[in-house]
T-cell receptor, first 114, second 114 residues
């Protein structure tokens, strides 16, 4: 089946640094990729939707300058958390879709900001 | 707006017990409905789906029937196993199969004891 690889799976860094998370579709071309954030014991909250070659569409309340999304190719999207602070600590999950098939999710990235 | 409500957990069952996790939805038009499963420390996996009224989705012994009259999509399994322990999310998409925007319920944690 379709596979989405998300890297890194876990990252711990100091406050003020920027962290990049990669999301790759390994065996299909993803016209659309989604980025979610999941707080402990809560559901997934959609942060933004990105289409290859165009700017991401952010959900209300998500700071676009804080969470930079790049979808440069049909198989790669990146989320960069800029100047991360402890309140940015969370579980970030990406998903990818061809548009006609269900979203396929990555295994998530556990981000911990000290 | 569109929303998904699912029963709060945690749900604790003994092996071979019958499982029901309730899910109801509010949506305009004719949404597609999904159940996703999240194992500890991992991303989401699509468990089953239904795209129109009276459709039954099934996979790995799990079933759910799209009931438009009751706006429900309850998840059932006749005999659970310890390996079914996970968090289950009900979700809907109002953009047909493309899942342009998945709306998730809050998730229900299932623990199956041997």
């Amino acid at each position: 089946g379709a596979v989405v690889s998300q890297h890194p799976s876990r990252v711990i860094c100091k406050s003020g640094t920027s962290v990049k998370i990669e999301c790759r579709s390994l065996d299909f071309q993803a016209t659309t990729m989604f980025w979610y954030r999941q707080f402990p014991k809560q559901s997934l909250m959609l942060m933004a939707t990105s289409n290859e070659g165009s700017k991401a569409t952010y959900e209300q309340g998500v700071e676009k300058d804080k969470f930079l999304i790049n979808h440069a190719s049909l198989t790669l999207s990146t989320l960069t958390v800029t100047s991360a602070h402890p309140e940015d600590s969370s579980f970030y999950i990406c998903s990818a879709s061809t548009g006609a098939q269900p979203q396929h999710f990555g295994d998530g990235t556990r981000l911990s900001i000290l | 707006g569109n929303s998904v409500t699912q029963m709060e957990g945690p749900v604790t069952l003994s092996e071979e017990a019958f499982l029901t996790i309730n899910c109801t939805y509010t949506a305009t038009g004719y949404p597609s409905l999904f159940w996703y499963v999240q194992y500890p420390g991992e991303g989401l996996q699509l468990l089953l789906k239904a795209t129109k009224a009276d459709d039954k989705g099934s996979n790995k012994g799990f079933e759910a029937t799209y009931r438009k009259e009751t706006t429900s999509f309850h998840l059932e399994k006749g005999s659970v196993q310890v390996s079914d322990s996970a968090v289950y999310f009900c979700a809907l998409s109002s953009i047909g199969g493309s899942q342009g925007n998945l709306i998730f319920g809050k998730g229900t944690k299932l623990s199956v004891k041997p």
